[in-house]
């Protein structure tokens, strides 16, 4: 994406709970964690911001925590957009290994007023793989984003859709989802 700088925000404080509990950011998609695979699509960002349990083994990141722990993902947004500093940041979920640096630089692309969302093959907005207008972001937090959806949040943002291609949208979100 040229020169334009850009922050990333990873959400990465879900509960796994289809999962068994287990910490998604560490479970092992095609020989690398989940984390690593989206870390990588994010790899030119000027500031990472994971939020999530902090994990020793992962250097040059920020950390936070949304508030409370477990509290969805917008409050782990609202605690994400607490570190960025830049115009443009992306927002991801750690559970999309088929994310990479070309749908990062789509997304960027592609964003207009507001913001750019990811668009799967069945035409559903992908919340969790966007990229926003910090400002716009901000704005559309509610006083307590405890619990609340993306969906309500960013979809009266009117974003623009992206196209996901093949493999892109693709989460893991149970055990089934782990096999290709």
Not at 73 to 98: E, F, I, Y
Not at 147 to 156: E, F, I, K, N, Q
């Amino acid at each position: 994406m040229g020169r334009v700088t850009w922050s990333a925000v990873v959400l990465a404080g879900g509960r796994g709970s289809r999962l068994g509990g287990v910490d998604k950011a560490s479970v092992v998609v095609g020989g690398r964690t989940l984390l690593d695979h989206v870390l990588d699509a994010v790899a030119l960002a000027r500031r990472t911001v994971v939020v999530g349990p902090r994990k020793d083994d992962v250097p040059g990141v920020t950390w936070a925590r949304e508030d409370p722990p477990g509290g969805g993902p917008v409050a782990g947004l609202a605690a994400g957009l607490a570190h960025v500093g830049t115009d443009l940041v992306v927002v991801l979920a750690v559970d999309q290994p088929g994310i990479t640096r070309s749908t990062v630089d789509r997304l960027l692309a592609a964003v207009g007023q507001t913001g750019a969302v990811l668009v799967d093959d069945e035409g559903r907005s992908q919340w969790l793989i966007g990229a926003w207008r910090t400002d716009a972001l901000r704005a559309a937090l509610p006083d307590d984003p405890r619990d609340a959806s993306m969906r309500s949040v960013l979809g009266p943002l009117d974003p623009v859709p992206v196209t996901a291609r093949p493999g892109e949208a693709r989460d893991v979100d149970t055990p089934r989802d782990l096999t290709p």
